[in-house]
């Protein structure tokens, strides 16, 4: 999808989309193309990337994005920020996802695989 077809309106749909697809309810905290998603520095739009959404943060909408199947929890810098707009060049496919509210998670590849489902436990603060 180029980032013409990804205009605003599209890209809000999309999102609606799939809330209703997986009975989520629709959020008004929508995440936009200029918010910040924390992006795995193994991100590769050709093999499976996986999501999960935390609480928003002070700067970062709440989305965690990676490829393959796991990553190292005690390598803090294995994450970056990064705009949702730079998924656009080339995993604008992504982008339909980020829609679901805190606590959900999905794995995704670019053939069309889709997996989502709700985790309580992304609902915790890092405070207990």
């Given amino acids: 999808m180029t980032e013409k077809e990804m205009d605003d309106n599209n890209y809000i749909k999309q999102k609606e989309e799939i809330c209703e697809k997986y009975s989520q309810k629709k959020k008004k905290d929508l995440v936009e193309l200029n918010s910040l998603i924390a992006l795995g520095k193994n991100f590769n739009s050709k ?7 935390h609480p928003k943060t002070e700067s970062l909408c709440g989305w965690y994005i990676w490829s393959g199947d796991d990553f190292d929890q005690e390598n803090f810098d294995f994450f970056e920020p990064s705009h949702v707009y730079h998924l656009l060049h080339n995993a604008s496919f992504v982008i339909k996802y980020l829609g679901l509210p805190i606590g959900n998670r999905f794995l995704i590849d670019n053939n069309g695989y889709e997996d989502i489902w709700f985790d309580q436990d992304l609902l915790l603060s890092d405070k207990h």
């Fill in 47 to 53: 093999i499976q990337i996986n999501g999960l959404r």
